[in-house]
Nanobody, 114 residues
Framework: QVQLVESGGGLVQAGGSLRLSCAPS????????MGWYRQAPEKQRELVAA???????KYAKSVKGRLTIPRDCPKNTVFLQMNSLKPEDTAVYYC????????WGQGTQVTVSA
């Protein structure tokens, strides 16, 4: 069973930055896609950013230009670098990894104050 260990959430003021980390139990290159999703209160979970093992990235329109999904291969970690954060970015953020099925991390809270 795949385990995804997330870290890096917290409270930040609008305009600030945070970096989330996701370390899987297997090599990041063993997954077809790794990504980040978020779920705000009373809203559906939505895709924020995703990256395939060939390096193709995809971003939600609401975060383009502000969030990126870099990888640190030696550390076997995928990040979500979040800049210019807005209050509407407040949500629980989940790491996801796709191989034969999708695996989820435990989620980490990001709160952006106005």
């Amino acid at each position: 069973q795949v385990q995804l260990v997330e870290s890096g959430g917290g409270l930040v003021q609008a305009g600030g930055s945070l970096r989330l980390s996701c370390a899987p139990s297997g090599s990041i290159f063993s997954f077809n896609t790794m990504g980040w999703y978020r779920q705000a209160p009373e809203k559906q979970r939505e895709l924020v950013a995703a990256s395939t093992k060939s390096g193709i990235t995809k971003y939600a329109k609401s975060v383009k230009g502000r969030l990126t999904i870099p990888r640190d291969c030696p550390k076997n970690t995928v990040f979500l670098q979040m800049n210019s954060l807005k209050p509407e970015d407040t949500a629980v953020y989940y790491c996801a990894a796709d191989k034969f099925r999708r695996s989820w991390g435990q989620g980490t809270q990001v709160t952006v104050s106005a």
